[in-house]
């Protein structure tokens, strides 16, 4: 009942100062904003002749997911802010988040208890260093402060944030809140992103910044275990590094991006390969966890603008696969795309549709493993007839009050979760979202 009563608070909060007009002032000292977003969803039946431990339920299913969110800001001197979220969140995704591998709600957490739960999401220190005396003016938003700001500078963050908040962006496809809600849509799937369960981490994050070219490089905890809450603070035996660039221009006088990532995690890994040979009918990954192990890998990353009221994007990420995933997802290679309209054309400029898809697939060894028997902390079935997992989504987000609310309607239809074709499916996901910030 208490964790009810201050999930209805937050609510309150959020529905409340939603009425207030954003950018009242023009140079913010503090800030101050809210988001709640619920998801239910749906599974209909389908057929499999066979189960594993960490495979998706084939009874027809229904969870419900809520994260609320405050983003409060301060601006300490010229160029620098502090920030802090605390966040609540509850439920779970369809059968625990177990079984596919682009799991169908980006809200969603590998949580064993789905009582809803108050932690710290962020708390961050951020610097900018001005290189240039040209200014233009940055609008108040989430964690950010309205202002004039150098076109050219260099940042500098240090705290717990969510790494995605600075790599791997997209216009298009990259807000599970608001756009598709699908991990493997969200980000690029193969980028076993630095996070603890909940998807935060302490990072530092240097940024070089002008209208067209961006640099990123960051270094990140990585949980103490695969999927785990408690973070290693041994910097000099497990970590992760990012380094991304960005290219920002016009395509026919329409704006366009694109993005190449790279990344190296190091941990107590275990290795596929090497848990087979100890077992082969029941390997363990977590008997060949060595420090020194790791994995790296890439993403390329498109959005374009093709009219006012039409973009697409493209994104594809690809890793080595040979020691387990630790962190987001059990994804090796992935290729996505997808279209989103808003509703300009139909005089709901605030409304957007969006349709995308994405195959996602694993490594060699990964394969091995799962085919063995063996249970990664998303997947196994007990068996594996390998195929790509593909899932393609569809959404329409409508403008219920004023951009400050939005219902949104989505269906996933979805083949050979956990990569497995003995368990084609199809599987049919139908969700609604509330989402709501001021």
Known sequence: MKSLYIISLLIILSLSLSAQQKDTIKEERFSIHAQTTIIYQYKLPFNAPYSGEHSLSTANENQTS?????????????????????ELAGGSGLSQALGIAAETNGESFRIGDPAPAIYLAR????????????RLYQSADVNQLAQYIPQK?????????????????????????????????????????????????PSFIIEYITPYHEIRLGASLVPLV???????WNINKAGAYTIEYTHRYKLANRDGAFRALS??????????RKSISIDPTNPIIENTRTFGNHKYGFAVNMEQEI???????VKASWNDGNNETWMFTEIDHSLSAGISITGQRWKRANDNFGLADVVSG?????????KAGGNGFMLGDGNLSYSVEDLAEVYYAADIYKGHIFLTG?????????????????????????HTNI
């Open 66 to 86: 809520i994260t609320s969110t405050l983003f409060a800001g301060a601006r300490l001197w010229k160029g620098a802010g502090i920030f802090v979220n605390p």
């Open 362 to 370: 694993l490594s060699k060894p990964h394969r091995e493993y799962l």
């Open 123 to 134: 708390l961050y220190y951020r610097q900018l260093f001005s290189l240039t005396k040209e």
């Open 307 to 313: 009219s006012n009221d039409l973009g697409c994007f």
């Open 226 to 232: 695969a999927n785990g809450s408690d973070m290693n």
């Open 263 to 272: 990344f190296y995690n190091t941990a107590n890994m275990g290795i596929y």
């Open 410 to 434: 989505a269906y996933q239809f979805l083949l050979n979760p956990g990569y497995n074709k003995d368990r084609e499916g199809p599987v049919n996901v139908f969700s609604v979202r509330l």
């Open 153 to 201: 500078y260099l940042a500098l963050t240090l705290g717990k944030i969510g790494i995605s908040d600075y790599f791997d962006d997209n216009k298009y496809s990259h807000d599970p809140r608001t756009q598709f809600m699908s991990w493997g849509l969200m980000s690029n799937g193969a980028w076993d992103y630095p996070a603890n369960t909940r998807g935060y981490t």
